[in-house]
């Protein structure tokens, strides 16, 4: 997760989480993101294995 600054963002409340697919990483984004949107958070980063699989903006697209 990534702040507005560029830098690493954690969440109170919200634990760092490790999936085991990369569904259950998106669908737990789908219950979450409006959280981490009002913490502060713009940009979220799926990786598997330390490799970038795509990055998301939690940012209004207007």
Do not use: C, H, I, K
């Amino acid at each position: 997760m990534q702040r507005g600054d560029g830098g690493a963002a954690t969440v109170p409340g919200l634990p760092e989480e490790t999936f085991t697919t990369q569904a259950d990483a998106e669908s737990w984004l789908g219950l979450n993101w409006r959280e981490l949107r009002e913490a502060g958070v713009e940009q979220v980063t799926l990786l598997e294995d330390d490799v970038v699989v795509y990055p998301m903006s939690l940012l209004d697209p207007g």
